[in-house]
Each structure stands twice: as C-alpha cells, then as structure tokens.
Nanobody, 120 residues
Framework: QVQLVESGGGLVQAGGSLSLSCAAS????????MGWYRQAPGKQRDLVAT???????NYADSVKGRFTVSRDNAKNTVYLQMNSLKPEDTAVYFC??????????????WGRGTQVAVSS
C-alpha cells in the first residue's frame, strides 16, 4: 500500500509564495503520474498540476505561469512551488499518485491534504 504525506502550506499574504511537497512511501511500487489537486470550501476538487515520470507537466489555466510542479523520482516526491498567490488560491491541496498494477491497470492514491490560505 502506497501512502502519501504532504507538507508545507499555511497562511500567506496575496503576492507571496509557498512550497508544498508530497512524499510517497511503501514497498515495491512504481509511480506513473503525480500531482496536485485542490478543493475550496463548497467546491469540487480541481486539478492544479500534474507531472509524469518522464517530467511532462500539465497545469490548470488558473495557475499557469505562477505555479511550478516538479518531482524527484529517486525520492518518490512531488513538489509544488506557488508564486504570486491570490486569495482565490485558498483551498485544501491534495497530492495524488497514479500507481501501475502488474495487470496493466492503474489506480490513484491520495494524501490527506494540506491547507493553503491566502489573505488579501
């Protein structure tokens, strides 16, 4: 069983920066894509950014140019650098990892989330 543990987050003023990290632990696993979603109060969970094992990235339009996703495959860790934060970035940020199975399928596992709050 793969477990994800997020760290980082917190409270920052608009225009500021925060960094998130998420480490996967377990045994005998590989990871395909990793990334971040976020969920604001009363809203659905939305994609923020993803990165494949080869380093290809995908971003939500709302964060392009401000957020950067990266990963360290040796450490099974994904990072999210968030710059020029806006109040609308306030949400719980969830890390996810897409795990391949021996049978050619994949499943997603999720972290518990970390709160990011941006004050105006």
């Amino acid at each position: 069983q793969v477990q994800l543990v997020e760290s980082g987050g917190g409270l920052v003023q608009a225009g500021g920066s925060l960094s998130l990290s998420c480490a996967a632990s377990g045994s005998g696993f590989r990871i395909n894509a990793m990334g971040w979603y976020r969920q604001a109060p009363g809203k659905q969970r939305d994609l923020v950014a993803t990165i494949t094992s080869g380093g290809s990235t995908n971003y939500a339009d709302s964060v392009k140019g401000r957020f950067t996703v990266s990963r360290d495959n040796a450490k099974n860790t994904v990072y999210l650098q968030m710059n020029s934060l806006k109040p609308e970035d306030t949400a719980v940020y969830f890390c996810y990892a897409r795990i391949p199975t021996p049978f050619g399928r994949e499943y997603d596992t999720w972290g518990r989330g970390t709160q990011v709050a941006v004050s105006s």
